[in-house]
């Protein structure tokens, strides 16, 4: 099993930032990718970003691209995500995921373990 626990949610207002933070423990041997997701109020879960844990390789919905930025740190077994000129829009619950499959491209990744999420709220 793996354990995951985001963190840096908050309130911003719009044009602002925000880094969140997900820690991962337990087996975290078993983690070939980690990623992204989030559920706005009234719309279906959208994956944001994704992240290979070996090499680094990257994807991200177009609607992010250029204004989010995923990175890890495997030395503490810690994804990030970088959030800039948020708009009132991106206003959702931020999930990390993590697990994956070596074979599977990041656009469709299936992950394994989910944390609870970090709320955003961007204010107009």
């Not at 911003?12 to 991962?24: E, T």
């Not at 706005?40 to 994956?47: N, T």
């Not at 995500?81 to 990041?106: K, V």
Request: net charge positive; aromatic share 12%; proline share 2%.
């Amino acid at each position: 099993q793996v354990q995951l626990v985001e963190s840096g949610g908050g309130l911003v207002q719009a044009g602002g930032s925000l880094r969140l933070s997900c820690a991962a423990s337990g087996r975290t041997y078993n983690i070939y990718a980690m990623g992204w997701f989030r559920q706005r109020p009234g719309k279906e879960r959208e994956y944001v970003a994704g992240i290979r844990w070996s090499g680094g390789s990257t994807y991200y919905s177009d609607s992010m691209k250029g204004r989010f930025t995923i990175s890890r740190d495997n030395a503490k077994n810690t994804v990030y995500l970088q959030m800039n000129s948020l708009e009132p829009e991106d206003t959702a619950l931020y999930h990390c995921a993590a697990g994956g499959r070596s074979w599977y491209a990041l656009k469709e990744m299936p992950f394994d373990y989910w944390g609870q999420g970090t709320q955003v709220t961007v204010s107009s």
